[in-house]
Nanobody, 119 residues
Framework: QVQLVESGGGLVQPGGSLRLSCAAS????????VGWYRQVPGKQRELVAA???????NYADSVKGRFIISRDNGKRTVYLQMSSLQPEDTAVYYC?????????????WGQGTQVTVSS
């Protein structure tokens, strides 16, 4: 079984920064694509940033130049460095990883961490 534990969310003032972490544990053979999504009440979950196993990154237009996704495969951890945060970045953030396990290739979601940007 694979578990993802997210951390790093919280309350920050506009213009501030936060770093989210997503640590994976369990019977993982390899980690393929990883990503961060966010969701606000009443709206669909949207992709914020994604990173392939080869290191290619893509970002939502709304966060380009402000957010950086990274990964540490040895620690099985994915990060999202968020800078110049704005109130519209307020959401629950979820990590998503695509892994190979004893059960084959699977996709897992974190439990979500709240990010609130407010003065």
């Amino acid at each position: 079984q694979v578990q993802l534990v997210e951390s790093g969310g919280g309350l920050v003032q506009p213009g501030g920064s936060l770093r989210l972490s997503c640590a994976a544990s369990g019977s993982i053979f390899s980690i393929y694509d990883v990503g961060w999504y966010r969701q606000v009440p009443g709206k669909q979950r949207e992709l914020v940033a994604a990173m392939t196993s080869g290191g290619s990154r893509n970002y939502a237009d709304s966060v380009k130049g402000r957010f950086i996704i990274s990964r540490d495969n040895g620690k099985r951890t994915v990060y999202l460095q968020m800078s110049s945060l704005q109130p519209e970045d307020t959401a629950v953030y979820y990590c998503n990883i695509d892994v190979s396990t004893v059960f084959g290739r699977r996709t897992y979601w974190g439990q979500g961490t709240q990010v609130t940007v407010s003065s």
